[in-house]
């Protein structure tokens, strides 16, 4: 299924909705990707269903999209663009796509481990408080 990235037109609609964003003012660290490459790989991961791991690699990496992802859902900025751009003409289907949610891929479970908020410890001792003997 081909994927169309955002026209200029598109663009315009939604881009006033990104004027908010921080902007790096410092010349350290990576720089931050601009909010129309992550829209259009959001729009590819909606209209795909597929999960970030799976984004080609014409876009953002998937830790980025998905934290913008998430980030623009919390704060209504998604749902503004799903509701402009379709009011422009584009169809936007959020069925394949879980009702705006992106998937994550699985994690790997191990045998044997104890698994804590994605810390895996094989002996809980370090991490429990010491216990007083009378």
Known sequence: MAVEDL???EWAL???LFY?????????GRRRIEARAVVNAVLWLLSTGKSCNALPGR???????????DQWRADGTLAEVIKLLGESGRDISLDR?????LKRPAQP?????NHT???????????????KTP
Not at 22 to 28: I, K, L, V, Y
Not at 59 to 69: A, D, G, K, L, N
């Open 20 to 28: 908010e964003e921080p902007t790096q003012s410092a010349p350290r």
């Open 117 to 131: 908020r994605g810390a895996f410890w094989a002996n809980p001792a370090p991490w429990r408080a010491p216990v």
């Open 97 to 101: 796509a879980g009702a705006m949610t």
């Open 59 to 69: 876009y953002p990496s998937s830790p980025t999209c998905r934290r913008r992802f």
């Open 109 to 113: 479970q191990r045998p044997g481990q």
């Open 14 to 16: 939604i881009e006033q």
């Open 7 to 9: 026209t200029d037109d």
